[in-house]
């Protein structure tokens, strides 16, 4: 039986060997073991229903356009350790155990994950037995009056613990939201030096005028009304930890220079999320398949959900109303 629970911050890890054991994984190595088994990949046949891949060349990621027995091959043999950061402040720690459970079942099986869940009620944290290489940290983060606090404050403290614990445990980092569980396979394909999950309300929105961008220059976070790739959604994302830092400071800090303009943008960190991703473009695209929801019809597209936002009642769960 393995719970794997440490709490800790500011403290130096104490560690279990885990931590400092040096992980081979290499950035951009794709070694496949000798003698694999899989399906001869065609050059003609492929999904002809959606684009697979963006116009600076990056993989668009959906069901039918990767091998999972080639991608975990390769990325088995670089066996990276893979850190998630969840937030559960408040009345979100109701989400943990599924979250947790979900993931155990879906999420990059058989590679090494650490769950890092920053929360403000550590005694309503789970006991969800993992499997091997797999654990749980607990960092404790103040509770917050406002939704908008909690939702831009994770760019904040995930940007230290990043700096004081994170960096020297893992070598690839996502974020997610807590309010989802995970249904179907969510594996090394999705792993690169940054992939962001193409939003599912506006995926097939054609004109980019219509994307929910900041769309008031007085932000930080501001896109022109003639710009634009794709629409991201903040409650997904991931790549290697240093490529990750960079981007979850940058919204820290972006945000704080919006607060002191006394203005907040739209959609809070998912705002200066896309304008990053704007300029700096993802090396991997997943595809709205990453994150759906319980509450939308399924489209033709999306042949399976890998993660579905969890139908919750707002004013029931947030600190505030908008
Ligand atoms: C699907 C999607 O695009 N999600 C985005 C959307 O989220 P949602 O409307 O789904 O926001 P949300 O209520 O899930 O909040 C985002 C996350 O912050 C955490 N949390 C929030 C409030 C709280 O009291 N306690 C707490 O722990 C928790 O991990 C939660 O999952 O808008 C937010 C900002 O407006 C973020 O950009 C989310 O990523
Ligand atoms: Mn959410």
Do not use: C, P
């Given at each position: 039986m393995q719970y794997g629970y440490e709490v800790r911050f500011s403290s130096k890890p104490e560690g279990d060997g885990d931590d400092t054991q040096t992980s081979s994984w290499k950035p951009n190595a794709l070694i496949m073991e000798k003698g694999l088994k899989y399906d001869k990949p065609s050059v003609m046949k492929g999904r002809t229903d959606v684009n697979s891949i963006t116009n600076w060349n990056a993989p668009l990621v959906w069901e039918g356009t990767f091998d999972p027995v080639v991608i975990d091959s390769i990325y088995k043999k670089m066996d990276p350790r893979i850190a998630v950061i969840v937030f559960a402040v408040g009345k979100y720690t109701r989400f943990l155990k599924a979250f947790i459970e979900t993931g155990e079942k879906y999420f990059m099986v058989d590679f090494r994950v650490t769950y890092y869940i920053f929360t403000d009620h550590e005694d309503e944290v789970p006991k969800v037995q993992l499997a091997a290489g797999r654990k749980i940290t607990i960092l404790t983060v103040p509770s917050a009056t406002r939704w908008q606090d909690v939702v831009l404050?994770?760019?904040?403290?995930?940007?230290?613990?990043?700096?004081?614990?994170?960096?020297?445990?893992?070598?690839?980092?996502?974020?997610?939201?807590?309010d989802s569980t995970f249904r179907y396979r969510f594996g090394a394909e999705s792993l690169s030096r940054l992939s962001a999950v193409l939003h599912r309300g506006y995926y097939k929105t054609p004109d980019r005028a219509n994307f929910p961008y900041e769309r008031r220059p007085q932000s930080q976070a501001y896109i022109p009304i003639d710009e634009g790739d794709y629409y991201y959604t903040a409650a997904v994302w991931g790549g290697y930890l240093e490529d990750m830092y960079t981007l979850v400071k940058y919204c820290y800090?972006?945000?704080?220079?919006?607060?002191?303009?006394?203005?907040?943008?739209?959609?809070?960190?998912?705002?200066?999320?896309?304008?990053?991703?704007?300029?700096?473009?993802p090396t991997k695209v997943l595809s709205a398949e990453y994150l759906w929801c319980d509450y939308d019809r399924i489209t033709e597209d999306v042949k399976v959900i890998r993660i579905s936002q969890i139908a919750k009642n707002y004013a029931e769960v947030r600190p505030n109303w908008n």
């Open positions: 404050g994770r760019m904040k403290w995930a940007t230290i613990a990043i700096d004081q614990q994170i960096r020297s445990e893992a070598d690839y980092v996502f974020m997610m939201d807590i800090e972006q945000s704080k220079i919006d607060e002191k303009n006394n203005i907040e943008a739209a959609w809070q960190e998912e705002s200066h999320l896309n304008k990053y991703l704007l300029y700096n473009k």
